[in-house]
C-alpha cells in the first residue's frame, strides 16, 4: 500500500504513523511538507498528531490552509483514503473535509492517557477488520479534543452511520465517566458520508505493537491494506 504522510511545522506524531504504516502495511511512505504543492500518486494520506503552528487560532486552523490541503482535498474528492489522527481530525473538520468542530477540553486539561473506545462502525474501510460493539483499547493525548456539531449534524451522523468510535467503558458502556473530553455523544471519531475520510482523537499507531503497549491499532492498518 502506498501512502504519504503530511508534516507541519509543529506535527510530533509523523514518524510514528510513518513507522507503524511501515511495519503493518509496508509499500512506500512518503513523507510530505505541508508547503508542497503535489501530493505523491498515493492509496493513503495521513494527517499526524501533534500541534501544527502551535496550536495558534484555533488547533488546525492555520495548518488546513497549507498548500498541500488542495491535493489533500482532491484526493479525498476523487475516493481516496484520508485518516486525520488528533491534530490531523482536527486539520480535517478545519479545512471542511468532516463536519463539526474540535474545542477545549470540557476541564481545560490536557489529556494523556489510554481509554476504551467502542467501535460503532465497521462498514469504512477503516473499521472492517472490526467487529461492530467491540471495545478496543488505544491512547489519546489532546487538550482540544471535545467534539461539538450542531443539532442537525449530530442528527444527521447518527442517520447515516457516520459516529465511527466513541469512548466507553471496559465493558462498552457509552458514560459520562468515560468520555475524556466532553465531546457531544462521547464522540471519538466520525467520517464523511462517502466513508473514505475518517477523523479521531485517539492514536491507533501509538497501539500497533505489542511492546509498547498494545496491538488494538493493527487492524485498522489491516484493514486499510485489505480495502
Known sequence: MKSAVIV??????DRDAQTTLKSV???DVHMVWHRDSKLP???LVVLPGGFSYGDYLRSGAMAAQSPIMREVKAHAQAGGKVIGICNGFQVLTESGLLPGVLMRNQKLKFVCRDVFLKVEATNTPFTSHYRKGQVINVPVAHHDGNYFASGDTLKSLQEHGQIVFRYCTKDGEVTEESNPNGSQLNIAGVCNESRNVL???????????????GIDGVALFKALMAA
Open 8 to 13: 507541519f511545522p509543529g506535527s510530533n506524531c
Open 25 to 27: 502495511c509496508g509499500g
Open 41 to 43: 500518486k498515493v492509496d
Open 199 to 213: 477523523g479521531m482523537m485517539p492514536h491507533p499507531e501509538r497501539h500497533a505493537e505489542a511492546m509498547i503497549g
